[in-house]
C-alpha cells in the first residue's frame, strides 16, 4: 500500500485483510479489526481485493448520472423502498441539523434478493437511456464490497471467539443498500458549519466507503476531537454502525462523524451498507450473556425507525 497521498498519517489505523481475503484463519488480523473498532471506530484497509477497474468503470458511471439534468434524475425519484435518486436537500442526519448538500443514487439487491416487504427492499429504479453500462457497473461495485463486508464481519466475528458466520447467521436476503453520493463544490458558504452530511454515526451494520482525494471527512474520537480522514492510496474506509455496536454491547464503537462540503471542486463517494436480513435479532446477550445491555430488537425494525428519521421523502414516497 502506496502512503505517499497528501495526508497519509493519520490516527486512523491501517489494516492488511488480505489475509481474510485469501480465506487465511489469521487471529492477528482479527484482533487489529478488533483493537481498531473499539478505537476510534474507524479503519482504513488495504490488500482489500476489489480491483480497481470495478472502483474507476463506478466512478465514471456515477459522474455521468450527477451531470444529467434534474429534471431527468427525477425521473427515477427516490422510492418507499430507498431506491433511486435523493436530491440535495433530501437528508437531515440530526433532528435539529441542516439539511445535507449532497445528492446521492441508491439501489440494492434486486430480484432474488429482496426481503420480503420490508421497507429497504424492492426493486431498483435504473436510469432509462442508454444506461445498461451503468447498471453493469454499480452491480459490480455492490456485490464486490457487500462480500468485502461479509469477509469482515467474518473477522469481527473472529475477534470476539465466535465462528466467522455469527454476525451472518441470517443474511440470504440481506438489507444492503449501496450508494454514489456526490457532494457539489460550496465556494460561497454562508454559514459556518457548512457539512455536505452533518455530524452522524451510521445506522446499520458495517459501512464500507471509497472516498476520493478531495478529502472531507472528518471522525470525532474518544477524545471528542474532530480528526482528519484523508484520502490514502488504495485503500477503502470501513466503519462499525449502530447495529453492530448495539449487538456487541459497546464492544465495537459507531462513531460520530461529517463531511465538510468541498470550496474548490466537487467530491464523489462510493458507499456499501451492510445489513443483515430484516428479521435478524440484534440482541448483545447472545454475544455476552451476563450483558446489561438493550433489548433485542430486529434489524427491520431498527432500521425503518432511525430511516423515518432521517428522510423526509418517506413521509409521501411512493
Given at each position: 500500500?502506496?502512503?505517499?497521498?497528501?495526508?497519509?498519517?493519520?490516527?486512523?489505523?491501517?489494516?492488511?485483510?488480505?489475509?481474510?481475503?485469501?480465506?487465511?484463519?489469521?487471529?492477528?488480523?482479527?484482533?487489529?479489526?478488533?483493537?481498531?473498532?473499539?478505537?476510534?471506530?474507524?479503519?482504513?484497509?488495504?490488500g482489500?481485493?476489489?480491483?480497481?477497474?470495478?472502483i474507476?468503470?463506478?466512478?465514471?458511471?456515477?459522474?455521468?448520472?450527477?451531470?444529467?439534468?434534474?429534471?431527468?434524475?427525477?425521473?427515477?425519484?427516490?422510492?418507499?423502498?430507498?431506491?433511486?435518486?435523493?436530491?440535495?436537500?433530501?437528508?437531515?442526519?440530526?433532528?435539529?441539523?441542516?439539511?445535507?448538500?449532497k445528492?446521492?443514487?441508491?439501489?440494492?439487491?434486486?430480484?432474488?434478493g429482496?426481503?420480503?416487504?420490508?421497507?429497504?427492499?424492492?426493486?431498483?429504479?435504473?436510469?432509462?437511456?442508454?444506461?445498461?453500462?451503468?447498471?453493469?457497473?454499480?452491480?459490480?461495485?455492490?456485490?464486490?464490497?457487500?462480500?468485502?463486508?461479509?469477509?469482515?464481519?467474518?473477522?469481527?466475528?473472529?475477534?470476539?471467539?465466535?465462528?466467522?458466520?455469527?454476525?451472518?447467521?441470517?443474511?440470504?436476503?440481506?438489507?444492503?443498500?449501496?450508494?454514489?453520493?456526490?457532494?457539489?463544490?460550496?465556494?460561497?458558504?454562508?454559514?459556518?458549519?457548512?457539512?455536505?452530511?452533518?455530524?452522524?454515526?451510521?445506522?446499520?451494520?458495517?459501512?464500507?466507503?471509497?472516498?476520493d482525494?478531495?478529502g472531507?471527512?472528518?471522525?470525532?474520537?474518544?477524545?471528542?476531537?474532530?480528526?482528519?480522514?484523508?484520502?490514502?492510496?488504495?485503500?477503502?474506509?470501513?466503519?462499525?454502525?449502530?447495529?453492530?455496536?448495539?449487538?456487541?454491547?459497546?464492544?465495537?464503537?459507531s462513531?460520530?462523524?461529517?463531511?465538510?462540503?468541498?470550496?474548490?471542486?466537487?467530491?464523489?463517494?462510493?458507499?456499501?451498507?451492510?445489513?443483515?436480513?430484516?428479521?435478524?435479532?440484534?440482541?448483545?446477550?447472545a454475544?455476552?450473556?451476563?450483558?446489561?445491555?438493550?433489548?433485542?430488537?430486529?434489524?427491520?425494525d431498527?432500521?425503518?425507525?432511525?430511516?423515518?428519521?432521517?428522510?423526509?421523502?418517506?413521509?409521501n414516497?411512493?
Amino acid at each position: 500500500m502506496s502512503r505517499d497521498s497528501p495526508g497519509a498519517d493519520t490516527a486512523i489505523p491501517v489494516i492488511d485483510v488480505g489475509p481474510l481475503i485469501r480465506g487465511e484463519h489469521c487471529r492477528q488480523t482479527a484482533a487489529a479489526l478488533r483493537d481498531a473498532s473499539q478505537n476510534p471506530g474507524f479503519i482504513y484497509i488495504s490488500g482489500h481485493g476489489i480491483a480497481s477497474t470495478i472502483i474507476d468503470d463506478a466512478r465514471s458511471s456515477a459522474r455521468t448520472f450527477f451531470a444529467l439534468a434534474d429534471a431527468e434524475k427525477s425521473r427515477i425519484l427516490v422510492s418507499r423502498h430507498h431506491r433511486g435518486w435523493l436530491p440535495q436537500g433530501g437528508a437531515r442526519m440530526a433532528d435539529d441539523a441542516a439539511a445535507d448538500r449532497k445528492e446521492s443514487f441508491i439501489w440494492g439487491s434486486d430480484g432474488q434478493g429482496w426481503a420480503g416487504d420490508h421497507s429497504l427492499s424492492g426493486p431498483n429504479l435504473w436510469p432509462v437511456k442508454d444506461f445498461d453500462e451503468f447498471r453493469r457497473a454499480a452491480d459490480a461495485w455492490f456485490d464486490a464490497a457487500q462480500q468485502l463486508a461479509r469477509v469482515l464481519l467474518g473477522g469481527f466475528a473472529t475477534s470476539l471467539g465466535q465462528d466467522p458466520g455469527f454476525f451472518l447467521q441470517s443474511s440470504d436476503r440481506p438489507l444492503s443498500r449501496a450508494s454514489y453520493v456526490y457532494y457539489p463544490a460550496q465556494p460561497a458558504r454562508t454559514d459556518v458549519h457548512h457539512f455536505g452530511v452533518g455530524p452522524h454515526t451510521d445506522f446499520g451494520v458495517l459501512t464500507v466507503l471509497c472516498q476520493d482525494h478531495v478529502g472531507g471527512l472528518q471522525i470525532e474520537n474518544t477524545d471528542g476531537e474532530w480528526i482528519d480522514a484523508p484520502y490514502i492510496d488504495d485503500t477503502l474506509i470501513v466503519n462499525v454502525g449502530d447495529l453492530l455496536a448495539r449487538w456487541t454491547n459497546g464492544t465495537f464503537r459507531s462513531a460520530s462523524h461529517r463531511v465538510m462540503s468541498p470550496m474548490s471542486e466537487d467530491r464523489l463517494s462510493l458507499v456499501l451498507a451492510f445489513d443483515p436480513n430484516p428479521e435478524t435479532s440484534i440482541d448483545p446477550r447472545a454475544l455476552f450473556p451476563a450483558a446489561d445491555g438493550p433489548e433485542p430488537i430486529t434489524c427491520g425494525d431498527y432500521l425503518d425507525g432511525r430511516f423515518d428519521r432521517a428522510f423526509a421523502y418517506r413521509d409521501n414516497a411512493v
